[in-house]
């Protein structure tokens, strides 16, 4: 599976959009991108996954640039509860199902 | 769907006396999966089980450590002779063979404290 490189950090404010970015240089083409989210003393909760497409949820939007090298997730109207480590992953469509290797994630904090 | 659920959900311990940890899956999953989480670090992949067969374990998973999914149900994971380095959360999570979606589904996790 493909690394990816995180944002160790960054701060938002309560009402604002977040933007995660996440980058995958070395995806590869039947990679697909996924986002987790833990909240503190929480198991990990799925966000949202994509291959190529934009894609939006309830939760969240995927931004995946064109050459698939990096991504954005976006909270668009982040809220206190939304202070989590968000975490970006690349995994193999056939393995959709199979174990995720989480790296250090992105550290988010949401301010009043 | 009630979820993946794990018991206890904190453990204390001393060092050198063996703990048990339950996770009951999602039903109808066929693959189970335990991770260990320490402070600041994100989840780290132990073992994980296709239905009652172990298919997969990680140098993580020392000889101290145990799993089983004998029914392919509920697992549990058995650390015997604790050590301090052992405080950690341990994840479980529970998926189905294929298909996309969330991929896994995790647990709330057990914390296990050895002093």
């Known amino acids: 599976d493909a690394k990816t490189t995180q944002p160790p950090s960054m701060d938002c404010a309560e009402g604002r959009a977040a933007n995660l970015p996440c980058n995958h240089s070395?995806?590869?083409?039947?990679?697909?991108v996924y986002w987790y989210r833990q909240i503190h003393s929480q198991g990990p909760q799925y966000i949202i996954h994509g291959l190529k497409n934009n894609e939006t949820n309830e939760m969240a939007s995927l931004i995946i640039t064109e050459d698939r090298k990096s991504s954005t997730l976006i909270l668009p109207h982040a809220t206190l509860r939304d202070t989590a480590v968000y975490y970006c992953?690349?995994?193999?469509?056939?393995?959709?199902?199979?174990?995720?290797?989480f790296g250090g994630g992105t550290r988010v904090l949401v301010k009043p | 769907d009630t979820g993946v659920s794990q018991d206890p959900r904190h453990k204390i311990t001393k060092r050198g006396q063996n703990v048990t940890f339950r996770c009951d899956p999602i039903s109808e999953h066929n693959r189970l999966y335990w991770y260990r989480q320490t402070l600041g670090q994100g989840p780290e992949f132990l073992t994980y089980f296709q239905n009652e067969a172990q298919l997969e374990k990680s140098r993580l998973l020392s000889d101290r450590f145990s799993a089983e999914r004998p029914k392919g149900s509920f697992s549990t994971l058995e650390i015997q002779r604790t050590e301090q380095g052992d405080s950690a959360m341990y994840l479980c999570?529970?998926?189905?063979?294929?298909?996309?979606?969330?991929?896994?589904?995790f647990g709330p996790g057990t914390r296990l404290t050895v002093l």
């Open positions: 992953i690349v995994l193999l469509r056939e393995a959709a199902g199979n174990k995720l290797t």
């Open positions: 999570a529970s998926s189905y063979l294929s298909g996309g979606g969330p991929s896994l589904y």
């Open positions: 070395t995806i590869s083409g039947n990679e697909y």
